[in-house]
């Protein structure tokens, strides 16, 4: 189709699409090769996994950063030979909506900055990434779904594992129950954290073992049986209270789903933990670990090995999310995934409160 004809027939759909009252749903198409990604936030995460990644990105560049840390952006300027212009700290952040260079935010601070951050961003036009957790309060959350329709850019959560193959495979067993009906599931998701005044163990800032890792095993939970629980009953501990004093060091909680489906899930900030299994009426199957930066195995009872391999987990994750942008297609992982595990965990943490089970 030649261009002008392109234009005119794009053009009278979208019109159409905004008659309807669809049109703030509508992801629309870019016309250019790659998406520009700006970092907000050059911790760990952004420092030694998502900068490496988007060198092997196809779809996507890292072409901004945002940083309170003047060193931080001197020194990420010249390693990652960054326009000046596409240099930013938290005071200068929403004139990024002038610079054409930078089309997706990739969120990656503290949880209790994410919804900040992720409006902000969503109002200076760009698509927004953020990573898990995706907020620190239900309304966090559907603040920010809102701030990104109302502004018809995308909005995904750094769920990297949803973009995993073997991962993907279990959903498929799962949707088409090639074991059968999913019965019972096991996730567990922790490490041992050997900081004492890090945001993590400040409630604050989004802190605790359920908000980092928990999200891991209640997503798991979720993604393996393809549905959502109608129950929580949940207990929470710690061998270092004069360091877990305002959040969790380690939680279990039990889920119910309908038909009478169960998960048992565990998270830790002081132990190492990384298994998911799920048990079905013809069959059971399992990853561990479920969740490694450094790949993802498995194994069916019938035999089946689950190793199929990706050569970095967060380049698969941006490519997928920029594509889908560029293509004008659904997220893989929407805002409202993050805010069905987010509605869980509130009602995991009343349930530790009140020491009942809480019905959803």
Partial sequence: MKRRAFLRNATTGLLTLSAAGSFANILL????GQLGVALVGLGYYSTDLLAPALQLTTQCK??????GTPAKAELWQQRHELAGKNIYNYSTFDTIANNPDIDVVYIVLPPSMHAEYTIRAANAGKHVWCEKPMAVSVAECEAMINACRKNKVALSIGYR?????NTQQIIRFAREKKYGAVRKVFAAAGYHEGRRDHWKQKRSMGGGALMDMGVYSLNAARYATQA???AVTATQSTTRPDIYREVDET?????????GTTAHCETSFGKGMNDLRVECTNGWYALSPFQAYSGVRGV????????AAIENEQTTQMDDDALAIMQGKKMLVPGEEGL????IVEAIRKSVAGKSRVVL
């Fill in 340 to 343: 069905r595990d987010i509605r």
């Fill in 300 to 307: 069916t009872s019938d035999g089946i090995r689950l190793e």
């Fill in 161 to 165: 594992m949803h973009h995993e193959p």
């Fill in 228 to 230: 959502e629980p109608i």
């Fill in 251 to 259: 939680t279990t909680f039990d889920l119910e789903f309908p038909n």
């Fill in 29 to 32: 198409p870019r016309a250019k």
């Fill in 62 to 67: 890292l072409t901004g950063i945002v940083t």
